[in-house]
Protein backbone atom coordinates (compact mmCIF):
# COMPACT_ATOMS: atom_id res chain seq x y z
CA UNK A 1 0.00 0.00 0.00
CA UNK A 2 3.36 2.36 0.58
CA UNK A 3 5.16 3.18 -2.25
CA UNK A 4 9.24 2.37 -1.65
CA UNK A 5 9.94 5.94 -0.61
CA UNK A 6 7.23 5.96 1.92
CA UNK A 7 4.34 7.92 0.10
CA UNK A 8 1.08 6.02 -0.42
CA UNK A 9 0.80 4.49 -4.09
CA UNK A 10 -1.81 5.99 -5.51
CA UNK A 11 -4.86 3.76 -7.01
CA UNK A 12 -4.97 3.11 -10.85
CA UNK A 13 -8.18 4.95 -11.04
CA UNK A 14 -6.93 8.34 -9.36
CA UNK A 15 -3.90 8.03 -11.25
CA UNK A 16 -5.48 7.66 -15.01
CA UNK A 17 -8.32 10.23 -13.63
CA UNK A 18 -5.36 12.66 -13.04
CA UNK A 19 -3.62 12.18 -16.19
CA UNK A 20 -7.12 12.67 -17.94
CA UNK A 21 -7.12 16.68 -16.09
CA UNK A 22 -3.97 17.05 -16.60
CA UNK A 23 -3.97 16.06 -20.48
CA UNK A 24 -7.66 17.57 -21.12
CA UNK A 25 -7.89 13.50 -23.24
CA UNK A 26 -11.51 11.77 -23.06
CA UNK A 27 -11.87 9.75 -19.74
CA UNK A 28 -12.19 6.52 -20.28
CA UNK A 29 -10.62 5.46 -17.02
CA UNK A 30 -11.97 5.53 -13.94
CA UNK A 31 -15.31 3.92 -14.15
CA UNK A 32 -17.98 7.04 -13.31
CA UNK A 33 -21.03 7.95 -15.31
CA UNK A 34 -20.76 11.67 -16.22
CA UNK A 35 -24.51 12.44 -16.46
CA UNK A 36 -26.72 12.93 -13.24
CA UNK A 37 -29.22 9.80 -12.51
CA UNK A 38 -32.78 10.04 -11.90
CA UNK A 39 -34.35 13.77 -11.06
CA UNK A 40 -36.51 11.63 -7.72
CA UNK A 41 -33.55 10.97 -6.42
CA UNK A 42 -31.43 13.63 -6.32
CA UNK A 43 -34.55 15.85 -5.39
CA UNK A 44 -34.91 13.66 -2.22
CA UNK A 45 -31.36 14.46 -1.06
CA UNK A 46 -31.80 17.72 -1.26
CA UNK A 47 -35.41 17.88 0.36
CA UNK A 48 -33.62 15.53 3.43
CA UNK A 49 -30.72 18.33 4.19
CA UNK A 50 -33.49 21.21 4.03
CA UNK A 51 -35.29 18.68 6.16
CA UNK A 52 -32.40 19.16 8.57
CA UNK A 53 -31.32 15.01 8.13
CA UNK A 54 -27.72 16.16 8.61
CA UNK A 55 -26.32 14.39 12.08
CA UNK A 56 -25.63 10.93 12.73
CA UNK A 57 -27.75 8.16 11.33
CA UNK A 58 -28.24 5.20 12.99
CA UNK A 59 -25.54 3.16 13.17
CA UNK A 60 -27.12 -0.28 10.92
CA UNK A 61 -28.27 2.75 8.57
CA UNK A 62 -31.87 4.66 8.42
CA UNK A 63 -35.03 2.83 8.71
CA UNK A 64 -36.56 3.75 5.67
CA UNK A 65 -33.32 2.78 3.58
CA UNK A 66 -33.07 -0.74 5.58
CA UNK A 67 -36.68 -1.18 4.54
CA UNK A 68 -35.99 -0.22 1.03
CA UNK A 69 -33.15 -2.63 0.43
CA UNK A 70 -34.86 -5.49 1.97
CA UNK A 71 -38.12 -4.85 -0.86
CA UNK A 72 -35.89 -4.43 -3.53
CA UNK A 73 -34.00 -7.76 -2.51
CA UNK A 74 -37.55 -9.79 -2.51
CA UNK A 75 -39.22 -7.67 -5.41
CA UNK A 76 -35.75 -8.50 -7.71
CA UNK A 77 -34.76 -12.01 -6.14
CA UNK A 78 -37.29 -13.21 -3.97
CA UNK A 79 -34.69 -13.20 -0.92
CA UNK A 80 -36.47 -12.33 2.24
CA UNK A 81 -34.31 -10.17 4.55
CA UNK A 82 -35.16 -8.61 8.24
CA UNK A 83 -34.68 -5.04 7.40
CA UNK A 84 -33.88 -4.75 11.22
CA UNK A 85 -31.38 -7.54 11.42
CA UNK A 86 -30.28 -8.66 8.33
CA UNK A 87 -29.10 -5.31 6.50
CA UNK A 88 -26.46 -2.82 7.05
CA UNK A 89 -25.59 0.22 5.01
CA UNK A 90 -22.34 1.00 4.46
CA UNK A 91 -20.07 3.64 3.26
CA UNK A 92 -20.22 2.62 -0.28
CA UNK A 93 -19.31 -1.11 -1.37
CA UNK A 94 -16.23 -0.79 -0.57
CA UNK A 95 -16.36 0.08 2.73
CA UNK A 96 -18.72 -3.48 2.75
CA UNK A 97 -15.70 -5.13 1.69
CA UNK A 98 -13.39 -4.04 3.84
CA UNK A 99 -15.38 -3.88 6.63
CA UNK A 100 -16.45 -7.97 5.88
CA UNK A 101 -12.98 -8.72 5.23
CA UNK A 102 -11.84 -7.58 8.15
CA UNK A 103 -14.16 -9.05 10.32
CA UNK A 104 -13.24 -12.63 8.98
CA UNK A 105 -9.68 -12.48 7.72
CA UNK A 106 -7.11 -13.80 10.12
CA UNK A 107 -3.36 -13.59 9.09
CA UNK A 108 -2.63 -16.66 7.19
CA UNK A 109 -6.24 -17.08 6.43
CA UNK A 110 -6.57 -17.33 2.09
CA UNK A 111 -9.34 -15.45 0.40
CA UNK A 112 -10.24 -16.16 -3.41
CA UNK A 113 -11.21 -13.95 -5.84
CA UNK A 114 -11.43 -14.24 -9.52
CA UNK A 115 -7.87 -12.17 -11.23
CA UNK A 116 -7.79 -9.89 -12.96
CA UNK A 117 -9.72 -8.15 -9.39
CA UNK A 118 -11.09 -4.95 -8.51
CA UNK A 119 -8.39 -3.17 -6.85
CA UNK A 120 -9.55 -3.14 -3.27
CA UNK A 121 -9.70 -6.10 -2.76
CA UNK A 122 -6.22 -7.06 -2.77
CA UNK A 123 -5.24 -4.08 -0.43
CA UNK A 124 -7.92 -5.12 2.38
CA UNK A 125 -6.88 -8.81 2.48
CA UNK A 126 -3.36 -7.50 2.71
CA UNK A 127 -4.72 -4.91 5.67
CA UNK A 128 -6.20 -7.64 7.08
CA UNK A 129 -2.94 -10.00 7.08
CA UNK A 130 -4.60 -12.66 4.36
CA UNK A 131 -3.36 -14.46 1.41
CA UNK A 132 -4.78 -13.48 -1.06
CA UNK A 133 -5.56 -16.39 -4.05
CA UNK A 134 -6.64 -16.17 -7.63
CA UNK A 135 -8.46 -18.01 -10.09
CA UNK A 136 -7.90 -16.94 -13.51
CA UNK A 137 -9.95 -15.37 -16.12
CA UNK A 138 -8.85 -15.70 -19.49
CA UNK A 139 -9.22 -13.57 -22.98
CA UNK A 140 -11.83 -13.58 -24.89
CA UNK A 141 -14.61 -15.18 -22.64
CA UNK A 142 -12.94 -14.11 -19.14
CA UNK A 143 -15.24 -17.18 -17.66
CA UNK A 144 -13.32 -19.44 -14.43
CA UNK A 145 -12.46 -22.70 -15.80
CA UNK A 146 -13.94 -25.15 -13.58
CA UNK A 147 -11.37 -27.45 -12.54
CA UNK A 148 -9.15 -24.15 -12.23
CA UNK A 149 -11.56 -23.22 -9.77
CA UNK A 150 -12.36 -26.72 -7.57
CA UNK A 151 -8.17 -26.97 -6.93
CA UNK A 152 -8.21 -23.41 -6.05
CA UNK A 153 -10.32 -23.70 -2.71
CA UNK A 154 -9.04 -26.02 0.50
CA UNK A 155 -9.50 -26.17 4.35
CA UNK A 156 -7.69 -22.69 4.49
CA UNK A 157 -9.78 -20.81 2.28
CA UNK A 158 -11.64 -18.72 4.77
CA UNK A 159 -13.78 -16.41 1.91
CA UNK A 160 -14.41 -17.19 -1.62
CA UNK A 161 -15.22 -13.51 -2.98
CA UNK A 162 -17.05 -13.46 -6.09
CA UNK A 163 -17.99 -10.44 -8.43
CA UNK A 164 -20.55 -10.42 -10.74
CA UNK A 165 -21.24 -8.74 -13.50
CA UNK A 166 -17.13 -8.44 -13.23
CA UNK A 167 -14.91 -5.48 -13.35
CA UNK A 168 -12.76 -5.15 -15.24
CA UNK A 169 -13.90 -7.46 -17.63
CA UNK A 170 -17.47 -7.97 -17.65
CA UNK A 171 -18.28 -11.42 -17.62
CA UNK A 172 -21.28 -12.41 -15.68
CA UNK A 173 -20.89 -15.65 -13.83
CA UNK A 174 -23.28 -18.27 -15.24
CA UNK A 175 -25.43 -20.50 -12.71
CA UNK A 176 -23.25 -24.03 -13.36
CA UNK A 177 -20.34 -22.08 -12.18
CA UNK A 178 -22.04 -20.06 -8.84
CA UNK A 179 -23.66 -23.44 -8.16
CA UNK A 180 -19.89 -24.91 -7.91
CA UNK A 181 -19.00 -21.85 -5.94
CA UNK A 182 -21.38 -23.05 -2.76
CA UNK A 183 -20.62 -26.43 -3.16
CA UNK A 184 -16.87 -25.48 -2.56
CA UNK A 185 -17.71 -23.54 0.02
CA UNK A 186 -19.53 -26.37 2.07
CA UNK A 187 -17.03 -28.84 1.30
CA UNK A 188 -14.20 -26.75 3.02
CA UNK A 189 -16.59 -24.52 5.07
CA UNK A 190 -15.68 -21.50 3.48
CA UNK A 191 -18.11 -17.88 3.52
CA UNK A 192 -19.10 -16.44 0.20
CA UNK A 193 -18.67 -12.77 -0.32
CA UNK A 194 -20.31 -11.39 -3.00
CA UNK A 195 -19.71 -8.03 -5.02
CA UNK A 196 -22.84 -7.11 -7.00
CA UNK A 197 -22.58 -3.16 -7.35
CA UNK A 198 -23.43 -3.34 -11.00
CA UNK A 199 -26.56 -5.83 -10.44
CA UNK A 200 -29.00 -3.72 -12.55
CA UNK A 201 -26.27 -3.55 -15.04
CA UNK A 202 -26.54 -6.80 -17.16
CA UNK A 203 -27.20 -7.26 -20.54
CA UNK A 204 -27.98 -10.27 -22.23
CA UNK A 205 -29.59 -12.56 -19.06
CA UNK A 206 -30.76 -11.11 -16.11
CA UNK A 207 -28.32 -10.64 -12.93
CA UNK A 208 -28.34 -13.92 -10.38
CA UNK A 209 -27.52 -13.23 -7.14
CA UNK A 210 -25.60 -16.47 -5.79
CA UNK A 211 -27.85 -15.71 -2.45
CA UNK A 212 -30.31 -17.11 -4.12
CA UNK A 213 -28.73 -20.78 -5.10
CA UNK A 214 -29.66 -23.85 -2.95
CA UNK A 215 -27.75 -23.93 0.23
CA UNK A 216 -25.93 -20.56 -0.31
CA UNK A 217 -28.27 -18.22 2.00
CA UNK A 218 -26.89 -19.09 5.41
CA UNK A 219 -23.09 -18.62 4.62
CA UNK A 220 -23.70 -15.91 2.23
CA UNK A 221 -22.33 -12.17 2.25
CA UNK A 222 -23.99 -10.13 -0.15
CA UNK A 223 -22.77 -6.30 -0.95
CA UNK A 224 -24.74 -3.72 -3.01
CA UNK A 225 -24.15 -0.13 -3.66
CA UNK A 226 -26.31 2.79 -5.24
CA UNK A 227 -23.56 3.68 -7.00
CA UNK A 228 -23.70 2.51 -10.58
CA UNK A 229 -27.41 2.35 -10.25
CA UNK A 230 -28.39 5.97 -9.43
CA UNK A 231 -25.49 7.25 -11.24
CA UNK A 232 -24.21 8.57 -7.21
CA UNK A 233 -20.49 7.14 -7.43
CA UNK A 234 -19.58 10.22 -4.85
CA UNK A 235 -22.50 9.86 -2.22
CA UNK A 236 -20.91 6.45 -1.28
CA UNK A 237 -23.89 4.33 -0.45
CA UNK A 238 -23.68 0.66 0.15
CA UNK A 239 -24.66 -1.89 1.84
CA UNK A 240 -24.73 -5.50 3.14
CA UNK A 241 -27.21 -8.33 3.39
CA UNK A 242 -26.43 -11.59 5.39
CA UNK A 243 -27.62 -13.57 7.82
CA UNK A 244 -28.64 -11.53 11.37
CA UNK A 245 -24.96 -13.08 13.29
CA UNK A 246 -22.77 -12.09 9.61
CA UNK A 247 -24.23 -8.56 9.81
CA UNK A 248 -23.24 -8.11 13.52
CA UNK A 249 -19.63 -9.50 13.04
CA UNK A 250 -19.77 -6.64 9.82
CA UNK A 251 -21.36 -4.05 11.86
CA UNK A 252 -18.57 -4.18 14.87
CA UNK A 253 -15.79 -3.31 12.43
CA UNK A 254 -17.67 -1.12 10.92
CA UNK A 255 -18.52 0.95 13.75
CA UNK A 256 -15.00 2.02 14.09
CA UNK A 257 -13.79 2.38 9.94
CA UNK A 258 -16.94 5.45 9.64
CA UNK A 259 -19.59 4.81 12.28
CA UNK A 260 -21.85 5.95 9.63
CA UNK A 261 -22.32 7.63 6.90
CA UNK A 262 -24.27 9.72 4.19
CA UNK A 263 -27.40 10.62 6.50
CA UNK A 264 -29.11 12.42 3.33
CA UNK A 265 -28.39 10.37 0.65
CA UNK A 266 -29.70 7.28 2.92
CA UNK A 267 -33.33 8.41 2.38
CA UNK A 268 -32.56 9.26 -1.44
CA UNK A 269 -31.54 6.36 -2.25
CA UNK A 270 -34.44 4.31 -0.45
CA UNK A 271 -36.60 6.49 -3.63
CA UNK A 272 -34.23 4.67 -5.64
CA UNK A 273 -34.99 1.45 -5.08
CA UNK A 274 -38.27 2.09 -5.19
CA UNK A 275 -38.70 3.23 -8.40
CA UNK A 276 -40.57 1.54 -11.35
CA UNK A 277 -39.07 -1.76 -13.03
CA UNK A 278 -38.54 0.37 -16.29
CA UNK A 279 -36.10 2.89 -14.48
CA UNK A 280 -33.85 -0.41 -14.04
CA UNK A 281 -34.68 -2.19 -17.25
CA UNK A 282 -33.87 1.30 -19.03
CA UNK A 283 -31.00 2.05 -17.55
CA UNK A 284 -29.44 -1.67 -18.74
CA UNK A 285 -30.94 -0.91 -22.76
CA UNK A 286 -28.93 2.53 -22.43
CA UNK A 287 -25.52 0.94 -21.37
CA UNK A 288 -25.54 -2.10 -23.51
CA UNK A 289 -26.10 0.52 -26.35
CA UNK A 290 -23.56 2.47 -24.94
CA UNK A 291 -21.06 -0.63 -24.94
CA UNK A 292 -22.01 -0.97 -28.47
CA UNK A 293 -21.03 2.10 -29.61
CA UNK A 294 -17.74 1.91 -27.73
CA UNK A 295 -16.99 -1.55 -29.19
CA UNK A 296 -17.79 -0.58 -32.87
CA UNK A 297 -15.25 2.18 -32.23
CA UNK A 298 -12.61 -0.09 -31.17
CA UNK A 299 -12.85 -2.60 -33.37
CA UNK A 300 -12.87 0.43 -36.16
CA UNK A 301 -9.60 1.54 -34.52
CA UNK A 302 -7.67 -2.55 -34.89
CA UNK A 303 -8.31 -3.49 -31.77
CA UNK A 304 -9.48 -7.18 -30.27
CA UNK A 305 -12.67 -6.38 -28.73
CA UNK A 306 -14.21 -8.38 -26.02
CA UNK A 307 -18.18 -8.62 -25.14
CA UNK A 308 -19.03 -7.43 -21.82
CA UNK A 309 -22.32 -9.07 -20.42
CA UNK A 310 -22.64 -6.39 -18.17
CA UNK A 311 -20.88 -3.31 -15.95
CA UNK A 312 -19.27 -0.45 -17.15
CA UNK A 313 -16.26 -1.90 -18.94
CA UNK A 314 -14.71 -3.45 -22.05
CA UNK A 315 -11.51 -4.79 -22.19
CA UNK A 316 -9.38 -4.27 -25.34
CA UNK A 317 -6.48 -5.60 -26.96
CA UNK A 318 -3.68 -3.58 -28.27
CA UNK A 319 -1.96 -6.54 -29.64
CA UNK A 320 -3.17 -6.18 -33.20
CA UNK A 321 -2.35 -2.45 -33.32
CA UNK A 322 1.23 -3.48 -32.60
CA UNK A 323 1.83 -2.70 -28.82
CA UNK A 324 2.36 -5.34 -26.32
CA UNK A 325 2.49 -3.64 -23.20
CA UNK A 326 -0.37 -1.66 -22.19
CA UNK A 327 0.75 0.09 -19.22
CA UNK A 328 3.27 2.01 -21.48
CA UNK A 329 0.81 2.57 -24.29
CA UNK A 330 -2.08 4.03 -21.36
CA UNK A 331 0.04 6.20 -20.69
CA UNK A 332 1.08 7.35 -23.94
CA UNK A 333 -2.89 7.22 -25.19
CA UNK A 334 -3.62 10.54 -24.33
CA UNK A 335 -0.71 11.96 -26.43
CA UNK A 336 -1.16 9.82 -29.19
CA UNK A 337 -5.67 10.16 -29.52
CA UNK A 338 -6.53 11.90 -26.31
CA UNK A 339 -7.92 9.14 -24.87
CA UNK A 340 -7.35 7.58 -21.18
CA UNK A 341 -7.86 4.05 -20.65
CA UNK A 342 -6.27 1.50 -17.34
CA UNK A 343 -4.17 -1.30 -18.45
CA UNK A 344 -5.57 -4.46 -17.03
CA UNK A 345 -2.20 -5.20 -15.60
CA UNK A 346 -3.23 -3.42 -12.77
CA UNK A 347 -5.66 -5.57 -11.60
CA UNK A 348 -3.64 -8.59 -11.38
CA UNK A 349 -1.09 -10.33 -9.30
CA UNK A 350 2.49 -8.72 -10.64
CA UNK A 351 3.71 -12.04 -11.65
CA UNK A 352 0.68 -12.45 -13.79
CA UNK A 353 0.72 -9.54 -15.42
CA UNK A 354 2.39 -11.13 -18.94
CA UNK A 355 -1.14 -13.08 -19.50
CA UNK A 356 -2.45 -9.64 -19.54
CA UNK A 357 -0.38 -7.33 -20.94
CA UNK A 358 -1.53 -6.20 -23.86
CA UNK A 359 -5.28 -5.60 -22.71
CA UNK A 360 -6.32 -2.08 -21.93
CA UNK A 361 -10.03 -1.59 -20.11
CA UNK A 362 -12.27 1.41 -21.55
CA UNK A 363 -15.51 2.59 -19.59
CA UNK A 364 -18.29 3.00 -22.01
CA UNK A 365 -20.65 4.43 -18.79
CA UNK A 366 -20.30 8.39 -20.72
CA UNK A 367 -22.39 10.23 -22.75
CA UNK A 368 -23.13 8.78 -26.38
CA UNK A 369 -21.37 12.06 -27.82
CA UNK A 370 -18.42 11.26 -25.66
CA UNK A 371 -18.06 7.74 -26.65
CA UNK A 372 -18.28 8.53 -30.64
CA UNK A 373 -15.65 11.37 -30.00
CA UNK A 374 -13.92 8.70 -28.52
CA UNK A 375 -14.27 6.31 -31.07
CA UNK A 376 -12.98 8.98 -33.94
CA UNK A 377 -10.26 9.73 -31.95
CA UNK A 378 -9.10 6.01 -31.22
CA UNK A 379 -9.26 5.21 -35.16
CA UNK A 380 -5.93 7.38 -35.19
CA UNK A 381 -4.38 4.64 -33.44
CA UNK A 382 -3.66 2.62 -36.95
N1 LIG B 1 -16.80 -3.28 -6.38
C1 LIG B 1 -16.65 -3.14 -7.70
C2 LIG B 1 -16.56 -4.36 -8.55
C3 LIG B 1 -16.55 -1.86 -8.25
O1 LIG B 1 -16.39 -1.72 -9.56
C4 LIG B 1 -16.63 -0.74 -7.41
C5 LIG B 1 -16.48 0.68 -7.88
N2 LIG B 1 -16.68 0.96 -9.10
C6 LIG B 1 -16.80 -0.94 -6.05
C7 LIG B 1 -16.88 -2.22 -5.56
C8 LIG B 1 -16.88 0.21 -5.09
O2 LIG B 1 -18.17 0.67 -4.98
P1 LIG B 1 -18.51 1.97 -4.11
O3 LIG B 1 -18.23 3.14 -4.97
O4 LIG B 1 -19.96 1.81 -3.79
O5 LIG B 1 -17.67 1.95 -2.91
N1 LIG C 1 -14.81 1.34 -9.38
C1 LIG C 1 -14.33 2.36 -10.25
C2 LIG C 1 -13.52 1.74 -11.36
O1 LIG C 1 -13.30 0.55 -11.39
C3 LIG C 1 -13.45 3.35 -9.56
C4 LIG C 1 -13.57 3.47 -8.10
C5 LIG C 1 -12.34 4.12 -7.53
O2 LIG C 1 -11.79 5.04 -8.09
N2 LIG C 1 -11.90 3.60 -6.43
O3 LIG C 1 -13.09 2.46 -12.23
Known amino acids: LLAADGSVAATIFAEMSALAQRTGAINLGQGFPDEDGPEEVLEAARRAISDGVNQYPPGRGQRVLLEAIAEHQNRFY ?53 VHTTVPLRSPDFQPDLDELRDAVNERTRIILVNTPHNPTGAVLPRETLELIVELAHTHDALIVTDEVYEHLTFETPHLPIATLPGARERTISIGSAGKTFNTTGWKIGWVSASAEHITAILAVKQFLTYVNGAPFQPAVAVGLGLPDAFFTGIAATLAAKRDVLSAGLLR ?82
Open 78 to 130: GIRLDPEREVLVTAGATEAIAATILAYVRPGDEVLTLEPFYDSYAATIALAGG
Open 301 to 382: AGFTVSRPAGGYFVVADAAPLGFDDGAELCRALPGLVGVVAVPITAFVHAERRAGYSSLLRFAYCKKFDLLERAAVQLSGLS
